[in-house]
């Protein structure tokens, strides 16, 4: 009888990929198992009338949407606001495909470019966009429906660009501001297609091309995520387990270095974009580990030597995600401002930040953030949040097995959490917090409505801090603002 109560709370995760993901080794999970080095790859070259109404009978051209000229410049949008987060299109192949046409002979290929402009209208601030108000909405709508004519008849033979294509139909339902069965049925969508094709199993990938194969990595781990965050946010169900998985990373090269005949070598100090989505990942995978432990726990809540022994396995996740970061490269990790005063710097943190999102709002070019700096604020701020749910969860096991918390050390614990949130948005070019939209000002709320609350107001040091980050709740409200316009649909 102790050994199964042992065996249903010790939880044990012992895939070779999960290994590896503990032990930091990412330079081997970022990697292709067996690289081709090939040639230099071949370099591609990458009045607003649009009409009212598409058949779903027309022929799959660009120009029966709107004109080819401002799709493309969507589409430029994509790789500018979207595909930080979200790299599941092979940039060269894609836009080959585009200057060749491939949509107008390939239904499925079209249907993905629907789905990727209405959702990169969805998820690009208003004033980057080449369109404005029912001209933005009429075309985003227009696009998601278009593609929906085409895939909801059948899906098969499925492929990797179905399962890519309703993940963005997920995506964009949500940004319409309605969490609606319609946007659940999408990403439910995705995940089935995804497991009609395995892509939660390694072997499976192998098999595939090798931009196809890289793709299909992507995709699965952008879906592993949000599968967690569904998870910690609505107390569901996780549909993607580690236990049930195999799949690696995909590699750590930009797209120009992938091609059909291999991966070449990513030249030496260029950091790749998709390293983010590998540090994402591993921080969602902590997640996973945590959220597998819980879900244990509420079925059957340990005790006594089981109670420390989960104990100890909470806190090792804890030291985990605290060092996630240690390896990331210099472009995805804030300065050090360990030489700063601790809470003089977050000053007129709002003042300064609304400031700063007029000038990017007027005028997006004068102020453009990089890829890295979007993808840094995504990767920062997540790591809070999932720190936060670690600690959240080892206070109730505390008090589950002591019988009451140290209050002294429960404040300490949130005040941590809460200016390393600001040392975040502080760090953070508020532009790029603002391209990543909604999505951000969600992590960062979820995290600052469970701390304000706990603030001792009697002490001058944590009004203070109460202060500042009720002041960036606020520019978030105005952040929010640049994309309610497609809420309209």
Known sequence: MGVAYAARHIFIVDFRYVSRMREGKLEELGQPSQLQTVEDPESPSSPRSIPTSVSTSSTCRLEAIAPRELLLQIISCFFDFVYPNIPCIHKPSFMKDLEERREEHDSVFFAQVMSLIATTLAQTPGPCIPL??????????????????IVSISYDPPTTMHIVLRYFDATYVYRLGNDSATRHAAFGEAIQIGYTLRFHKEEYCKDLG???????????????????SNAIENAWPINLRLEDCTVDFPAAVD?????????????????????????LSRMFALQG?????????????????????????????????????????????????????????????????????????????????????????????????????????????????????????????????????????????????????????????????????????????????QQYLFEFLNVLTEIEKQFSVIYQC
């Open 255 to 279: 797209d120009e270095y992938i091609t059909e005949q291999g991966i070449l070598t990513q030249p030496p100090h260029q950091t790749p974009i998709v390293s983010g989505l590998i540090y």
């Open 210 to 228: 090798v931009i196809d194969g890289q793709i299909r990595r992507r995709i699965f781990w952008v879906i592993y995520g949000a599968d967690q």
């Open 132 to 149: 404005e108000g029912d001209a933005l909405r009429s075309l985003a709508k227009r696009c998601y429906e278009t593609s929906r004519s």
């Open 289 to 465: 580990e945590l959220l597998a432990r819980i879900r244990i726990d509420e079925r059957s809540p340990p005790k006594d030597r089981f109670a420390v022994a989960r104990l100890e396995e909470v806190e090792a996740i804890h030291e985990k995600i605290m060092n996630v970061m240690n390896t990331a490269p210099d472009s995805l990790r804030l300065q050090d401002e360990r030489y700063s005063p601790t809470l003089n710097r977050f000053a007129n943190i709002g003042d300064s930040a609304y400031q700063l999102l007029d000038e990017y709002f007027a005028d997006p070019g004068l102020m453009n953030s990089n890829a890295f700096d979007v993808k840094k604020a995504d990767l920062l701020v997540t790591q809070q949040r999932v720190r936060f749910v670690v600690e959240e969860y080892h206070g109730r096991l505390t008090l589950a097995l002591n019988g009451h918390l140290d209050p002294v050390v429960q404040k300490q614990k949130r005040e941590l959490v809460m200016e390393d949130l600001l040392r975040i948005l502080h760090g953070v070019p508020i532009q790029a917090i603002a391209a990543n939209g909604p999505a951000i000002c969600h992590k960062i709320r979820y995290v600052a409505s469970a701390l304000l609350p706990e603030l001792d107001s009697q002490s001058e040091n944590q009004t203070k801090t």
